[in-house]
């Protein structure tokens, strides 16, 4: 096997393990993922209190306040989740990619936009699952994630060509 494909095979496994763990995280009901009685066994509701910030706002419709900290933080790490899981499906996409030996705009636009489409195809699929919804404004969480590393890796190029000039 060629070095170049071989290292394309990596990559492109690496990336479907990635899609293939995603849709099995999707597949569990909210039960299975809630954290929050683990936050119970792990600290008081008062102690939780004092760590996280005294907001409320809106998501989707519903409250989301300080008042609640264990929900607070059970959010808080979900919607991270979010980011964190499609800024690796893009970093995957677009590294498989650029393995195939595709020009680097080329890659870095369809990496970002596979990710996001698999991010819709993910909330859809959620809407199947007992107990889960798909939200659209979640698909606009997943692409804060691609958008982060589409956005470093265009600078990493930029850089590199020595396009970006510093004072």
Known sequence: MKPRLRTYGWWLAATLVWMIFIFAK????????????FFRDLVQEDV???WIPQVEFTYDGGLVTYKKPYDFAEFIIRKAGHV???A?????????LLAMRRPFWTAWLAGGFLSVV???S????QSF?????????????????????MAVFA?????????????
């Open 26 to 37: 999707s597949a569990e009901t909210y039960q299975e993922q809630d954290m929050r009685p």
């Open 48 to 50: 939780l209190r004092q």
């Open 84 to 86: 964190s899981e499609f």
């Open 88 to 96: 690796l499906l893009a970093f995957l996409w677009i590294r498989t």
């Open 118 to 120: 698999y991010a819709a």
């Open 122 to 125: 993910d909330e859809w699929h």
């Open 129 to 149: 699952v007992p107990g889960r919804t798909g939200h659209a404004i979640d698909v606009g969480m997943d692409s804060a994630g691609v958008l982060l590393v």
């Open 155 to 167: 600078a990493i190029r930029l850089i590199r060509s020595g396009n970006v000039r510093g004072r």
